[in-house]
């Protein structure tokens, strides 16, 4: 395994990023959080609009928290706001929608076949909302196949990535208000991850 994706490394200069800019980060978490209660609500009013809303913003506002996290690992000035970057211009939405669409469907349906192949696909397919915030080039196809190739032969740091989480997972969640530090912590580590694939391909 390359030496520089060593989780212990990738968690220590996720820790450094975020350093002075926790309460940031929570900040973008939290105000996450509280617009997906909000949808769920509005089940009262009406189950579809309820489902409907959820479907068309949520998956958008998570790939929000992914960007806002890119711009933490890169050491640039992160604000709540940035959580909306993906709503700026009707191509990202679409392709950022798209994208979630298309993840949640391959990794399921591998998921379904065997828990080894979802994981695997996972992985894989990681670094797509990381190359749709880069690369604006892209279509949705071609950064989920970029994704795979930069993937290729990494997919197992990244579940040791995943699993050295998971002590800190079960905290956050038995603390519930723990999770709003956690998510700042992994998804930064997942930035820190991709940065760092994308500067060993460089080389």
Request: include cysteine.
């Amino acid at each position: 395994m390359i030496r520089s994706l060593k989780s212990c490394e990738i968690r220590r200069a996720a820790r450094s990023s975020l350093a002075g800019r926790w309460n940031t980060c929570a900040g973008i978490v939290l105000l996450f959080a509280l617009l997906s209660a909000a949808c769920c609500r509005l089940h009262v009013i009406s189950a579809h609009l309820c489902y409907g809303i959820c479907a068309l913003c949520l998956p958008v506002l998570s790939a929000g928290c992914q960007w806002a996290f890119l711009k933490v690992s890169c050491r640039r000035i992160v604000r709540v706001g940035d959580l909306f970057s993906p709503f700026g211009s009707v191509r990202n939405y679409f392709r950022v929608l798209t994208a979630s669409v298309l993840f949640l469907a391959v990794v399921a349906g591998g998921a379904v076949m065997l828990l080894l192949p979802g994981i695997i696909l996972a992985s894989g397919y990681s670094m797509t909302f990381f190359l749709l915030r880069d690369r604006e080039d892209l279509s949705v196809t071609e950064a989920m196949d970029e994704s795979w190739t930069m993937m290729y032969g990494h997919k197992w740091a990244c579940f040791r990535l995943w699993m050295s989480f998971l002590g800190w997972f079960l905290l956050a969640v038995v603390s519930v208000v723990g999770i709003l530090w956690f998510v700042p912590y992994f998804c930064t580590a997942m930035a820190e991850f991709y940065n760092r694939i994308q500067r060993c391909r460089l080389v």
